[in-house]
């Protein structure tokens, strides 16, 4: 019977739980895992990796006017986007 080797969890650029072979684990140029370890920042997705619905929720959820107008990926995205900016400048 193969026994498989020692791992090693390590924590990922993008704030994700990895699991590697120990052999390939490099102090220097990983982060070990830790469960009790506070979330790093993880960068929010952006509009352009959404799903239809995922943009449909957001625009309910900022309760952005004309939303239910918009019938594509782009109008929505580009709505959501212009309320955003307005709303920040």
Do not use: C, Y
Not at 14 to 42: C, K, S, Y
Not at 48 to 62: F, K, N, P, Y
Request: aromatic share 4%.
């Amino acid at each position: 019977m193969h026994k498989s080797p020692k791992t090693v969890a390590i924590r990922t650029p993008t704030g994700r739980r990895a699991v590697i072979p120990a052999t390939d684990f490099n102090p220097a140029a990983h982060v070990l895992w830790q469960d009790d370890a506070p979330d790093m920042e993880v960068e929010a997705p952006s509009l352009g990796t959404m799903r239809l619905a995922e943009l449909r929720d957001m625009a309910r959820a900022l309760r952005i006017p004309g939303r239910g107008g918009w019938r594509t990926k782009s109008d929505l995205r580009a709505g959501i986007a212009a309320h955003l900016k307005n709303k920040e400048g």
